[in-house]
C-alpha cells in the first residue's frame, strides 16, 4: 500500500453557484501547487430529490467526476445508478471508498450532505482543510476524513476511468 495519504473533503452549501465559485478556488489551488488532487466536483440536490454530479469545465485533465461520483455513490446508493454509465473502473473505486470509510465515517459525511442543497467534493493527497479554509472557501459546513486508501492503485483506477470516459 503506498504510504502517500489520501483525503475527502466535502463543504456543503445552499447555493450552488457558491459552490461552483468554491470549485474554481480548488482548480486554482491546484494549479499553484498549494494543494494535490485527484478529483473534484460539485454534487447538486435537484428539485425531484435526486443527487447529480456536476463539474465546471476543468483545468485539470484527469478530473473526471468519476471519484467525486464514487463518493456520493456510497452516501447515497440509488445515486449509483447513474455511475453505471461512467464505465468499470468506477465500480473499484466505490469498492475502494466503501471499504476504507467506516460506517459513522459514512452517516457523518451522509449528514453533512443532508444539511444543504449542494456539495463541494475534493479528494486530494494533501490534508485539504487548512488550505481551502485559508482560501476562503464558503460552505455552511464542512468535513474531513482521511481515506485509508493504496494512492497508487487510485491512480492508475482514475486513468482507466478517464480513458473509458475519453472512449464514451
Do not use: C
Not at 475534493?122 to 485559508?134: N, S, T
Amino acid at each position: 500500500m503506498s504510504k502517500e495519504p489520501v483525503f475527502l473533503f466535502l463543504g456543503v452549501y445552499n447555493d450552488p453557484d457558491i459552490a461552483y465559485d468554491d470549485l474554481e478556488v480548488v482548480h486554482d489551488l491546484h494549479s499553484a501547487k498549494v494543494i494535490g488532487t485527484y478529483d473534484a466536483g460539485v454534487a447538486v440536490k435537484e428539485a425531484d430529490g435526486t443527487i447529480s454530479l456536476k463539474r465546471a469545465s476543468s483545468k485539470h485533465a484527469a478530473w473526471t467526476g468519476v471519484a467525486a461520483g464514487a463518493v456520493i455513490g456510497i452516501l447515497f446508493p440509488p445515486a449509483i445508478l447513474g455511475m453505471a454509465a461512467a464505465g468499470g473502473a468506477s465500480g473499484g473505486i466505490i469498492g475502494h471508498f466503501s471499504q476504507a470509510l467506516s460506517r459513522s465515517d459514512l452517516k457523518e459525511l451522509g449528514e453533512v450532505l443532508d444539511s444543504g442543497q449542494a456539495a463541494l467534493i475534493v479528494i486530494g493527497r494533501d490534508k485539504l482543510g487548512a488550505e481551502l479554509d485559508k482560501a476562503g472557501l464558503r460552505a455552511h459546513e464542512r468535513a474531513e476524513k482521511e481515506i485509508k486508501v493504496d494512492a497508487g492503485e487510485l491512480d492508475a483506477q482514475l486513468s482507466t476511468a478517464a480513458s473509458e470516459l475519453d472512449t464514451q
